[in-house]
């Protein structure tokens, strides 16, 4: 299966493809291309600029995304401005370069975020990726007409983000603007004190500093504060003291975000500039960036109480400042539920980025409205910090509190494998597709099971009845299901929901699994390998070392008391006679899987680990040994013992089987004549007497697995 998803650079060009199927003794298939024609997005500009209508606010920021292809520095901006919608969404907001070098505009994306009906509000939003051939400083600035209809009668608007690309000393990289959004419309009733948390998030985790705009025609046209507003610049709170007569006020604010250390910014061309935290130096911060907005003050509301006539939010709604960690193409959606049961919820407001989603029901019964916003972050939001802002409102203008979450927008779609046997499934995740995560905040649904971890790879074994693995059964199949989700420190302030959720599945098919059921003693491992012709190991427990009494399948699973010796044959069973049998590794494990990530080294490279193993004198073909039942069966329900053999040419003394001990983990790269490939064989389960709790594990004959993987790629359709 071939998978590839076109990025912006493939835009506009045809793609070849070619593939050819080879064999082993290098015969290949006919040479087949195909082409890709990757056509640009279709993306509808519907700024028309002949209809500006005056705004509601807006904001701008910025992320760098690195460097094109070109040598070229890619930032990507997104900014939004509001307006009543009066059928088309067009607000007055053109941002144009005012200093230093803008570089050019590559690609630019627009859309209207949750458009209304006529009278209600919209927000439309750019998405505009520039190229830059430096990395020096530079302005943009966004000065148009007009404010919508204002108390102060303010006409005109300014906005300005001053951005600086150069290299920090702290992270390696170019800073990050602060990210914020905010609905269309705040609005609160006069009599009635009301704080809101305005979202100024920094990626680079700096300070935010929320300040009133002072640069008269670049920050702000009438520069004025609010009376009766107060304006909290370090928690980036504004507060309303709930004496003031109705009226539409203008906020022309900026924020700033200053290095928690002296930090240095390096360019390009050699130079470089210090920035200091805000205590060092208030007045030359990271960079800048504008949030302009109207807030209403309405007619007074006769009870303060929440969820009467101020909407109230209720379970399940998120809380303000969650981080939500997604990845590219996949889809996310979260509830939101407000009640109010003397006016009626009219609508749930968000702020988000392009392309969300929003469906909005209303129950005249419950008085609840519940919204259910959706999103799927594409190519252009990775690795961003992406906010989603929102807010309820009633038919009679009252408002709830404001809330905003912040996603998460991962490169990469969490790299997992699935191991299907006939009695476990074990996930393997590549610990670098989760980077940022702390891995031992991860569990399965049953808590108390371990997840594990190689160094590369995090490992979760489960059987298929513990472990809090689900069973689902259809007609055909047998189906069984877990999850590795991660948890919360206790101590996170932070609620970083869902994190991480790796649903996996194992599938059988339930004929194989009823005909066979039960059957836990294995009889024989019938292999082919080229120059070995057919062969059969076969692995056998022993009731002395006399190796003369194979113990009967029937008494399965084996018991054994502490320190009781086991006996252990393995035998090849083959038409030829120039072989010899070697068992490079055996280990005890608590499920019947070779990989189990819980072990106890019995041989490993061909050499004895475990200080009571004995090796008997056996043949070329058979391999005898036995050793003490020992403590780590008594930590399981029961153990399996899995073994890796191979076969040998006899008479070849470069082969593995000649080699013995080896010690080495440096695995000789295969003869491909004189070896066979590993295989592993397993035999069991044993079990402590006298422990035994548990029920015994489903065991048959191994069937064919089919490993659901998740998540699901995307396919590219060719
Ligand atoms: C940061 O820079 C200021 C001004 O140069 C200096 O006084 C201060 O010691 C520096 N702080 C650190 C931690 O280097
Ligand atoms: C991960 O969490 C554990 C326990 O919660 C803590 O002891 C450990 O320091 C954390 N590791 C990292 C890298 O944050
Ligand atoms: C961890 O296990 C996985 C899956 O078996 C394997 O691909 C990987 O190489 C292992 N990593 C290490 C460091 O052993
Ligand atoms: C090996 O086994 C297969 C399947 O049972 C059989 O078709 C084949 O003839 C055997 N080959 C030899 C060399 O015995
Ligand atoms: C194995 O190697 C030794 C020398 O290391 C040599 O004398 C002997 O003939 C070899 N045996 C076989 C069967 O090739
Ligand atoms: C049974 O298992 C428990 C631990 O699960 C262990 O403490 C106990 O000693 C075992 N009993 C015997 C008889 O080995």
């Not at 994306?109 to 927000?123: A, F, I, L, R, S």
């Not at 191979?646 to 001990?661: E, F, I, P, Y």
Request: charged share 20%; hydrophobic share 30%; with cysteine.
């Amino acid at each position: 299966m071939i998978k590839w998803t076109p990025t912006a650079n493939d835009v506009g060009e045809d793609i070849p493809i070619c593939f050819i199927a080879q064999t082993t003794a290098e015969y290949q298939s006919e040479l087949r291309c195909i082409i890709v024609v990757v056509e640009e997005r279709q993306s509808k500009p519907n700024i028309v600029i002949a209809n500006e209508a005056p705004v509601l606010g807006g904001f701008l920021t910025f992320t760098p995304k690195g460097k094109n292809p070109d040598g070229t520095i890619r930032m990507d901006s997104r900014f939004k401005a509001s307006q009543i919608y009066t059928g088309s969404c067009s607000p007055a907001s053109s941002w144009k370069c005012h200093q230093g070098d803008c570089g050019t505009i590559t690609t630019s994306e627009y859309g209207e975020t949750d458009p209304d009906h006529p009278g209600d509000n919209c927000q439309l939003q750019g998405f505009v990726t520039r190229s830059l051939q430096t990395d020096k400083p530079f302005d943009l600035l966004d000065q148009d007409c007009c404010w919508t209809y204002n108390t102060e009668d303010l006409g005109s608007w300014s906005m300005i983000a001053h951005i600086d690309l150069g290299r920090r000393s702290d992270t390696g990289n170019p800073n990050r603007s602060p990210v914020t959004t905010m609905p269309p419309q705040i609005r609160v009733p006069q009599n009635r004190p009301t704080t809101y948390n305005l979202l100024a998030h920094d990626p680079d985790g700096d300070n935010v500093r929320c300040r009133y705009g002072i640069k008269n025609n670049l920050e702000c046209s009438t520069c004025k504060t609010v009376p009766g507003f107060t304006l909290d610049e370090n928690a980036c709170s504004l507060s309303f003291s709930g004496s003031s007569s109705s009226g539409v006020y203008v906020f022309e604010l900026v924020l700033e975000d200053f290095p928690r250390q002296n930090t240095t910014l390096k360019y390009h061309d050699g130079t470089s500039t210090v920035k200091y935290p805000m205590s060092l130096d208030a007045s030359d911060p990271l960079s800048k960036i504008p949030l302009q907005f109207l807030v209403r003050v309405g007619d007074a509301v006769p009870s303060f109480v929440l969820g009467e006539y101020i909407p109230k939010y209720i379970t399940p709604t998120v809380h303000h400042g969650t981080f939500i960690r997604t990845s590219l193409g996949k889809e996310f959606s979260f509830p939101v539920s407000a009640v109010s049961t003397k006016s009626q919820i009219k609508d749930i407001e968000i702020s988000g980025p392009l392309n969300i989603e929003k469906t909005f029901e209303y129950d005249t019964v419950t008085g609840v409205g519940k919204a259910m916003i959706k999103w799927t972050p594409t190519a252009n939001d990775v690795g961003e910090d992406i906010p989603i802002c929102f807010i309820a409102q009633t038919t009679a203008e009252y408002q709830s509190e404001l809330r905003c979450i912040i996603v998460v927008v991962e490169e990469r779609q969490i790299e997992s494998d699935v191991e299907c046997t006939d009695t476990t499934m074990t996930l393997y995740v590549s610990k670098s597709s989760i980077k940022g995560f702390n891995e031992t905040n991860l569990r399965l649904n049953d808590p108390s099971c371990l997840v594990t971890t190689n160094g590369s790879h995090i490992i979760a074994s489960v059987s298929l009845n513990s472990c809090g693995t689900q069973v689902e059964e259809t007609v055909d199949e047998i189906i069984f299901r877990n999850e590795m989700t991660s948890f919360d420190h206790p101590h996170d302030i932070i609620t970083r929901e869902h994190q991480i959720e790796i649903p996996f599945t194992c599938k059988f098919s339930r004929k194989s699994r009823l005909s066979a059921s039960f059957e836990a003693h294995k009889s024989a491992y019938l292999s082919t390998d080229v120059g070995f012709g057919n062969f059969t190991y076969l692995f056998e427990f022993y009731d002395s070392s006399a190796f003369t009494t194979v113990i009967d399948p029937k008494t399965y699973p084996i018991k054994l008391k502490l320190k009781d010796m086991i006996y252990m044959g393995i035998k090849v069973r083959s038409s030829l006679s120039n072989i010899r049998l070697f068992v490079e590794s055996c280990r005890a494990t608590p499920h019947d899987n070779p990989n189990d990530p819980i072990y106890y080294d019995i041989i490993t490279n061909g050499c004895t680990k475990d200080k009571t193993t004995k090796v008997y004198s056996g043949s070329l073909k058979e391999f005898r040994f036995g050793l003490q039942a020992f403590s780590f069966i008594g930590n399981y329900d029961q153990v399996y013992i899995s073994c890796t053999v191979l076969l040998c040419g006899a008479g070849d003394n470069k082969t593995r089987c000649a080699q013995g001990c080896t010690d080495s983990y440096n695995r000789r790269k295969r003869s491909m004549i004189s070896d066979t490939q590993r295989h592993f064989i397993s035999q069991g389960p044993l079990r402590l007497a006298g422990n035994s709790s548990g029920c015994p594990g489903f065991s048959l004959n191994r069937v064919i697995a089919v490993a659901l993987l998740w998540p699901l790629l995307w396919l590219l359709e060719l």
